[in-house]
């Protein structure tokens, strides 16, 4: 027995000897005591998972719950399944069969659904739409439409003075986006229900978020082919007209927002069809299936790569005016 040992027996007032100290092995040789479980994993962890271990929320509370309900992240922050079959091979026997085959495509699919339930468009349901957001929608779309009217009047200098059917196609998609901005039908309306003043628009600075879509049609005018851009105006044009129907939907319905129908324009036009676009559109991949160049020039991967970057810029620009603050 050790000294120690004597003197707990001692105390005690037994004169049994007390039992060995946990920390010593029978035979009086010191052994280190092993941790309890859970400060055994948490010493084997990083300092922040060992934190995020004790948060931990028990499955069956409300916040567990309120977790499990929270919003899937945007498309553009996690990896997308890989395709069936590799874009690469696909061999098209006709030009505009690419389109079916775009609308399957797991992106396109994931990136649509997101869209037509955007966070921007849930909050107007909810009447819990900010007047920040609502004025960044404003700022954002006024750069937006000037971007894209100026694309259109370049297409048709390099493509529409050359082929009447492409010229048609451009001058249309040129008058509608003027339609919206400088005629001051649509936009405007809601510029000024919001006390946004030209003034405001000038001054206001760009998310470079919101105004990459803008960018990558640019691009697409000088870099590609009218064909390209027509599939892609045939495959987002009714996502971006859903869309437009659910906002002018949720700001009537709600009287909170105080919107009149005017000031709600600019939604009504993009929420119609634009069944002359739809006719055109058909015509130009007509004549793409007459076109051997064209698909040698533009195989499936390439007119794919175009349409998921469009698509893919159209979810950042949603994003981007749902998140920062109106800044001028």
Same mark, same amino acid.
Do not use: H, N
């Given at each position: 027995m050790t000294e120690s040992s004597k003197k707990r027996a001692e105390r005690s007032g037994s004169g049994e000897p007390a039992s060995a100290s946990p920390e010593q092995s029978v035979d009086g040789q010191q052994r280190r005591r092993r941790p309890p479980a859970q400060l055994e994993i948490a010493t084997a962890e990083t300092g922040s998972d060992a934190v995020n271990k004790a948060k931990r929320i028990p499955e069956d509370?409300?916040?567990?719950?309120?977790?499990?309900?929270?919003?899937?992240?945007?498309?553009?922050?996690?990896?997308?399944?890989?395709p069936a079959s590799g874009a690469s091979k696909i061999q098209l026997e006709v030009w505009s069969e690419c389109v079916p085959l775009l609308r399957n495509e797991a992106f396109f699919v994931e990136n649509a659904k997101y869209l037509i339930d955007h966070c921007f468009l849930r909050d107007m349901q909810n009447g819990k739409l900010s007047t920040n957001r609502a004025r960044k929608f404003v700022a954002e779309n006024y750069y937006v439409i000037r971007s894209d009217m100026r694309s259109f009047e370049v297409a048709f200098e390099l493509y529409g003075r050359k082929d009447d059917l492409y010229g048609k196609f451009f001058e249309f998609l040129r008058v509608a986006a003027g339609f919206a901005a400088t005629h001051y039908v649509d936009l405007a309306h809601f510029q000024k229900a919001l006390k946004l003043t030209e003034d405001d628009m000038q001054r206001y600075e760009p998310s470079p978020r919101s105004q990459c879509y803008s960018a990558y049609f640019s691009w697409l005018v000088t870099h590609t082919d009218p064909s390209i851009i027509a599939v892609c105006y045939l495959l987002n044009y009714p996502i971006w007209a859903q869309m437009c129907t659910a906002a002018k939907d949720a700001i009537t319905a709600n009287p909170k927002y105080r919107l009149s129908e005017k000031d709600t324009s600019y939604f009504a036009f993009y929420s119609e069809p634009l069944d002359d676009?739809?006719?055109?559109?058909?015509?130009?991949?007509?004549?793409?299936?007459?076109?051997?160049?064209?698909? %040698?020039?533009?195989?499936?991967?390439?007119?794919?790569?175009?349409?998921?970057?469009? %698509?893919?810029?159209?979810?950042?620009?949603?994003?981007?005016?749902? %998140?920062?603050?109106?800044?001028?």
């Open positions: 509370s409300p916040k567990a719950e309120k977790k499990k309900e929270r919003r899937p992240p945007s498309p553009t922050k996690r990896a997308l399944p890989p676009m739809e006719l055109m559109v058909t015509e130009i991949l007509k004549r793409a299936d007459g076109d051997s160049k064209l698909k %040698q020039s533009f195989p499936y991967k390439k007119i794919k790569d175009c349409v998921r970057v469009l %698509q893919t810029y159209l979810v950042e620009f949603w994003d981007g005016i749902y %998140q920062g603050a109106y800044t001028s």
